[in-house]
Nanobody, 127 residues
Framework: VQLQASGGGSVQAGGSLRLSCVVS????????MGWFRQVPGKEREFVAA????????DYRDSVEGRFTISRDNDRKAVYLQMNSLRPEDTAVYYC?????????????????????WGQGTLVTVSS
């Protein structure tokens, strides 16, 4: 299973970016999907997650209302729409797939819950 993230870049505070992650191999509809981010020197942190069906989402408090996670099971892709970006959102963003979550379960936010990881895409927000 491979995850390819894209869409990162540089933007001014208040701007928007849309991250994409395409999954190849495996059965995409069986995976809960998540986005995490990491600043150099700090631990990777949970950003958002979406259930296998796409009906349930979860966000870290600091991005709630600004970021939206979505998925397209036909395209085997997950997206993170990021609006009202802040300098503190600057990080490398990683998409990840949770292969052990069952269909009826909500999305999970623990890094250890995720089996497969993409390579990361850098988001830089300037003030």
């Amino acid at each position: 299973v491979q995850l390819q993230a894209s869409g990162g870049g540089s933007v001014q505070a208040g701007g928007s970016l849309r991250l994409s992650c395409v999954v190849s191999g495996g059965t995409f509809s069986r995976y809960g999907m998540g986005w995490f981010r990491q600043v150099p020197g700090k631990e990777r942190e949970f950003v958002a997650a979406i259930s296998r069906s796409g009906r349930t989402t979860d966000y870290r408090d600091s991005v709630e209302g600004r970021f939206t996670i979505s998925r397209d099971n036909d395209r085997k892709a997950v997206y993170l729409q990021m609006n009202s970006l802040r300098p503190e959102d600057t990080a490398v963003y990683y998409c990840a797939a949770d292969s052990r979550v069952i269909l009826s379960s909500p999305p999970r936010s623990g890094e250890k819950d995720y089996t497969y990881w993409g390579q990361g895409t850098l988001v830089t927000v300037s003030s």
